[in-house]
């Protein structure tokens, strides 16, 4: 069994930044593919960035493209999110995933069922 724990969300300003981390623990014995999601009240959940086993790939919705960074940390199997510029409709909470990939170049994926694990969700809050 995978467990992923997420933090670093809050509220901030239009305009500021946060840093959301995600780890993975448990059985996994691969580098894996992992991803962030956000739900914002009354929508879907939303894919935001993804990056594969080896860091080496790195995929963004469009509408945080050139805010958002997503990156692979020292340990294994940590990621973390760079939001820089936020704006009120980044508000969601936001869910950090993780896929046991073909490869570790595999592209990681960008729809939800493709997950095998979750994270419990932080929460971000855009509002001046």
């Known amino acids: 069994q995978v467990q992923l724990v997420e933090s670093g969300g809050g509220s901030v300003q239009p305009g500021g930044s946060l840093r959301l981390s995600c780890a993975a623990s448990?059985?996994?014995?691969?580098?894996?593919?992992m991803g962030w999601f956000r739900q914002a009240p009354g929508k879907e959940r939303e894919f935001v960035a993804a990056?594969?086993?080896?860091?080496?790939?790195?995929i963004y919705v469009g509408s945080v493209k050139g805010r958002f960074t997503i990156s692979r940390g020292n340990a294994e199997n940590t990621i973390y999110l760079q939001m820089n510029n936020l704006k009120p409709e980044d508000t969601a909470v936001y869910s950090c995933?993780?896929?046991?990939?073909?490869?570790?170049?595999?592209?990681?994926?960008?729809?939800?069922?493709?997950?095998?694990?979750w994270g419990q969700g932080t929460q971000v809050t855009v509002s001046s």
């Open positions: 995933a993780a896929d046991r990939p073909s490869s570790p170049v595999a592209d990681p994926p960008r729809v939800p069922t493709e997950y095998d694990y």
């Open positions: 448990g059985r996994i014995f691969t580098k894996l593919s």
């Open positions: 990056i594969s086993g080896t860091g080496l790939t790195t």
